[in-house]
């Protein structure tokens, strides 16, 4: 079985390129910063992995992806080889995203993102504190027109 789960942050924003022919296909490269889960005195904090994305996966990329973000990965490892300009003969090896989804909310993504800002359209607002009676109950009230700032309906 060949499946690879990964968490980390971009190194830089997404490189997408389209397919030619008359069903375009969208790929996506970009690398994953991977913490160490355990540092060696003189060794690196992370793992830099590189991934490629199609479709629908390497959209998303493209429409939501910057450097800094934090993400999760599920995929499988691909290898390969070409011949570079030198003649010399390369080896590569790169994980296939399959899923990727976000792996910390905007809020605390805003300080590690080289980008601020409202991006994608969404506004960002300050999550209400529970008050006494909140706490009381176990239940938290929602503000009045709060459906009106989701980005969603």
Do not use: H
Request: glycine share 10%; proline share 3%; hydrophobic share 35%.
């Amino acid at each position: 079985m060949n499946k690879v789960i990964l968490m980390g942050r971009l190194t830089r924003d997404p490189e997408v390129r389209y397919s030619q022919g008359e069903n375009s296909l969208a790929i996506a490269r970009y690398t994953l910063a991977v913490d160490r889960r355990f540092k060696r005195q003189g060794e690196q904090d992370a793992d830099f992995i590189s991934c490629v994305a199609f479709g629908k996966s390497a959209e998303f990329a493209e429409k939501y992806l910057r450097q800094g973000t934090k993400i999760a990965v599920t995929g499988r490892i691909q290898t390969g080889s070409y011949t570079n300009r030198d003649g010399q003969k390369v080896y590569t090896t790169e994980v296939v995203v399959e899923e990727s989804e976000f792996a910390e909310s905007k809020n605390a993504s805003a300080g590690n993102a080289q980008t601020s800002g409202a991006e994608g359209g969404y506004q960002q607002y300050q999550r209400p504190q529970p008050s006494a009676a909140a706490a009381a109950d176990g239940f938290m009230n929602i503000p009045d027109g709060i459906d009106e700032e989701l980005p969603f309906n």
